[in-house]
């Protein structure tokens, strides 16, 4: 009311002409006592009186708080205390001169202060003329600060010469307020030069700014919500606009008020510290510092105390954070640095980065230790003048506003920059796909025709022996060929065999080598013998060439029916046959070896078998005797043999011969010449590779297929949201302007508004199918929000419940997999409303000893999983299954009839780390 009684005054007399009058207090002597005298407001004291402090007047600032003015006998507080000393009184006596010939034309006069606290009543000559007492409910002195306090100075009171102008400040005598707290000059104008209050746009900016800047970031973080610097970022522009918002309220509010602005203005500076302390460790960081944490829990203890602490407390933990800040400073300017250094030395050493430490380009840790230099430097500039020069600068808020907009646009030509790559990848590898169709087209019809060259049945089979692949003739296998790949060994042999080549494989894994075994079938010509030689292959699988060796058998066994038909047949055999003694020595030779070495019978017999059989290699001829001669079991080998002018692998077969007494007297061994058959299996094991490499690569077309259907579907939403969406809304506008046209025909105007309702609900379908090509949310988002939100439209039309359970990790996975993970969730829920006729669906994904399971469940009617994947599967689950391959997991389907269905998603550990 007061204020305004003078605004109206100054109205009423500003038309007046008037000399202008300017008198700055702070160049007037003043006196200072404790307690208060209505007598004391009529005169001067004198300078001699020991009863007053007598302060000088200066030019400049002259702050004048009582507990600095070296008041004996009052309370003495200590640092870090909480404890408030009763309200004393305290009297401050200045006077200024007006001129005899002024007196007159004197103009209407204001006092104003620039801070006074915190109880106070003001007397020109003697009569009060402003008084500010606030009393609590107790009677207690409420404390209030006065800012640009404008005081009217009533003219009668004025006199020619000497006018006494008496402060009587009530308050706290330990406290920082009491007194004239700002030492800028305190004047006494002429009214106008006090009015129009003058608006500091330049504050009002300031937050706006930092508010737009909040909102920005908090909207990216709400669509991005694993990046944590957005949320940071948000944060540091909010502490940023609540500050500015109070400096502006303070810089344009005149009059009296509570501490409520003083401590918001408090509890924003300690939250922008440590805010600001997070923004730079997520920035060039993966994690928050030791160091960050204990500083963020400093300030955060700092803020709590800012909301119910008494102000000299605030002021003292102002001062200690004050003083702790410089470390941290430095410790910020350390972390910059040490990137900086850390990103220069990956310049030399691609792809290295230190794990401590994020991949910044060196140019954009550069200026972003530039906006922290400028920020820090401004903040300790206050923090000096605070403590030593007390002259108000607050040349923070040019530091803040130079940071903040210079991190803000480093981030905006991130998203730029990030753009034109994406762009440009996207033309690479739309070009490499079509060269790779070629070439893996090519490579497929080479490999198909060697496979149907061979002659023998092939396998692949992984270490629980179920046949992952077939090629060979199918009148050599035991069942029909239906149904082969999927099925297990123990399935489709008999149980003997089957337990025979399940050994075998165990060997071939667990020893990763080579093994040969025979096993007999009773095929519907009788019963015949095959040879299975395994070979060790990739991801624990193995290699099977399966040959019919039946004839072979035969010629062996009628060998030892008769000692003369053997003799006869081995002098001409092919086979290099050997009779050896336990000592090595060659007791009989057939004409084989003796051909193959151009030499005579008498020159072989007794002498050592290695002498005439040369390995190329390690040998291992001597060792087998040795081993054949400990434990009388017959072995098999195959070895290379070095003849005079060429090398062949020979397999040779060692049997020990018994005396009547049992006792070992020779070892026959037989070599059969099977270099072609090595060289059929090196010729298979390399046809293998090769089909490997097809199908692998064949499988990284089809998820290369994926990925561009998956960019297709994103173009034709963008297309149908953004071109067809602007054409509706223009023909929108367009009957929009017909409708509000002058026209009379009221049946016209109804059907342009029927016209216009269709335009509009055309274009909202368009918008929803673009929605339904493909979510936003899974882009913007992540893989979480967009499965949740497809679950709330799709209960919303069929009613069935999705409870989702998740990791926050899985929104670290790479944008090919979200994408399967979201496309697998889509179908299979699809799939339950349809044939499951469930009434909830259960969802989870998690990570799990490094690997990432999703499992997606139903407790609908079920079926038979093996019966569905024997027979026909359904186009949704063929999908599912090679979505999940092209990315290198794996997926299955546990069902029984009755009791519900689950989809079970892997992805390896290695998969994830990629």
């Given amino acids: 009311m007061k204020k305004s009684l003078i605004v109206l005054m100054y109205f009423l007399v500003a038309p007046s002409a008037s000399p202008a009058i300017t008198i700055d207090l702070n160049q007037q002597d003043i006196f200072v006592r404790k307690g208060f005298d209505k007598t004391w407001t009529n005169s001067l004291p004198s300078k001699h009186d020991t009863n007053w402090i007598h302060v000088p007047g200066k030019t400049g600032s002259r702050p004048l708080v009582v507990r600095e003015l070296g008041f004996e006998g009052l309370p003495n507080r200590s640092f870090l205390s909480i404890k408030t000393f009763p309200a004393e009184s305290f009297t401050f006596v200045t006077s200024f001169n007006i001129a005899s010939s002024d007196i007159d034309n004197l103009p209407h ?118 990046n944590l610097f957005f949320l940071y970022f948000s944060l540091l522009s909010f502490a940023f606009a609540v500050y500015s918002a109070e400096r502006a309220f303070v810089e344009i509010s005149s009059g009296t008020f509570n501490f409520l602005s003083f401590r918001i203005e408090y509890s924003a500076i300690f939250s922008i510290a440590f805010m600001f302390a997070l923004v730079v460790n ?8 030791l160091i960050t944490k204990f500083y963020c829990f400093f300030c955060g203890l700092f803020i709590l105390l800012a909301v119910w602490a008494p102000p000299n407390f605030i002021l003292d933990i102002l001062r200690l954070w004050q003083f702790t800040l410089p470390l941290m400073s430095g410790y910020l300017l350390y972390l910059s640095i040490s990137c900086l250094l850390a990103n220069r030395k990956a310049l030399s050493k691609p792809m290295f980065v230190p794990d401590d430490w994020k991949q910044i380009p060196v140019n954009e840790i550069i200026f972003f230790s530039i906006c922290v230099t400028i920020l820090l430097g401004t903040v300790i500039v206050d923090m000096l003048d605070s403590v030593i020069w007390r002259k108000a600068l607050f ?139 395994m070979l060790p292959f990739h991801n624990n699988e193995i290699i099977a060439g399966v040959r019919d060796i039946t004839d072979r058998r035969i010629v062996e066994e009628s060998l030892l029916k008769s000692n003369e038909q053997y003799r006869s047949l081995v002098e001409n055999m092919e086979d290099i046959v050997l009779v050896i003694d336990p000592n090595h020595k060659i007791l009989f030779v057939n004409q084989s070896l003796l051909i193959l070495n151009s030499t005579k019978t008498s020159a072989v017999l007794g002498h050592n078998i290695s002498t005439h059989l040369t390995e190329k290699g390690t040998p291992v001829i001597a060792e087998t005797i040795d081993r054949i001669v400990k434990s009388l079991h017959g072995e098999k080998i195959d070895v290379e043999i070095t003849f005079s002018t060429f090398s062949s692998w020979f397999e040779f077969s060692f049997v020990p011969q018994f005396d009547a007494s049992n006792s070992l007297y020779s070892i ?112 913007d988002l992540g893989l979480i929000p967009a499965i949740k939100s497809h679950s709330r439209k799709f209960t919303a039309r069929t009613g069935l419940t999705v409870t989702i359970e998740s990791d926050n990790e899985v929104e670290n996975l790479g944008a090919e997999i979200k994408t399967a993970f979201y496309r697998v969730f889509q179908e299979g829920i699809n799939n339950i409303a349809k044939h499951a006729n469930a009434s909830s ?23 038979d999983s093996n019966q569905i994947f024997a027979n026909t599967a359904g186009l949704g689950l063929i999908g599912m299954s090679e979505r999940i391959k092209s990315i290198g997991g794996h997926f299955d389907i546990q069902s029984n009839s009755g009791k519900g269905t689950r989809l079970c998603v892997e992805l390896p550990k290695n998969r994830v780390e990629r």
């Fill in 109 to 226: 006069l204001s006092l104003f202060l620039k801070g006074i606290g915190y109880n106070w009543a003001i007397y020109l000559n003697g009569v009060a003329i402003e008084k500010e007492l606030h009393f609590k409910n107790n009677g207690d002195m409420s404390p209030r600060r006065g800012h640009k306090l404008l005081v009217f100075i009533p003219s009668k009171l004025i006199r020619p010469g000497e006018n006494v102008l008496v402060y009587h400040i009530i308050g706290d005598p330990t406290h920082f307020g009491t007194g004239f707290y700002y030492g800028e000059p305190y004047t006494i104008s002429s009214t106008s030069e006090f009015f129009p209050p003058k608006l500091n746009f330049f504050s009002f900016s300031h937050f706006i700014l930092y508010l737009v800047i909040a909102l920005t970031w908090l909207y990216f973080f709400i669509r991005q919500r694993q």
């Fill in 282 to 289: 997520t920035y060039l960081k993966h994690k928050t510092t």
């Fill in 395 to 533: 040349v923070n808020k040019y530091g803040f506003l130079i940071c903040m907009i210079g991190i803000a646009g480093l981030l905006f030509n991130r998203f730029i920059r990030a753009s034109d790559r994406v762009e440009k990848w996207s033309e690479e590898l739309e070009k490499e796909v079509q060269d790779k169709t070629q070439n893996l087209r090519a490579l497929k019809d080479d490999l198909e025709a060697v496979f149907l060259a061979l002659p023998d049945l092939y396998f692949r089979i992984d270490q629980n022996g179920q046949y992952l692949e077939y090629r060979g003739p199918e009148d050599q296998l035991y069942k029909p060929k239906d149904n082969i790949v999927g099925s297990t060994i123990s399935e489709r042999l008999p149980k003997n065999s089957a337990k025979k080549v399940m050994e075998a494989i165990q060997v071939v894994v667990s020893q990763q080598k080579r093994v040969t075994i025979e096993y007999e079938l009773d095929m519907p010509g009788g019963t015949r013998v095959f040879e299975a030689a």
């Fill in 668 to 779: 026959l061994c037989i070599g059969r010449d099977i270099t072609e058959k090595i060289m059929y299996e090196q010729g298979l094991v390399q046809h293998v590779e090769k089909l490997q490499t097809q199908q692998h690569q064949l499988r990284k077309l089809s998820k290369e297929m994926l990925n561009i259907q998956e960019d297709e579907r994103k173009y034709i939403s963008m297309e149908l949201h953004d071109e067809i969406g602007q054409s509706m809304t223009a023909i929108n506008m367009t009957l929009q302007s017909i409708r509000t046209g002058e026209l009379d025909d009221k049946k016209i105007k109804m059907r342009i508004a029927d016209c216009q309702k269709l335009v509009e609900e055309t274009s909202s379908k368009i918008h929803q199918f673009s929605l339904e090509l493909r979510p936003p949310e899974l882009d």
């Fill in 841 to 863: 669906i259960n969802v989870s994904i998690h990570k799990q000893n490094g690997k990432f399971l999703c499992y997606i469940e139903d407790d609908g009617d079920g079926f």
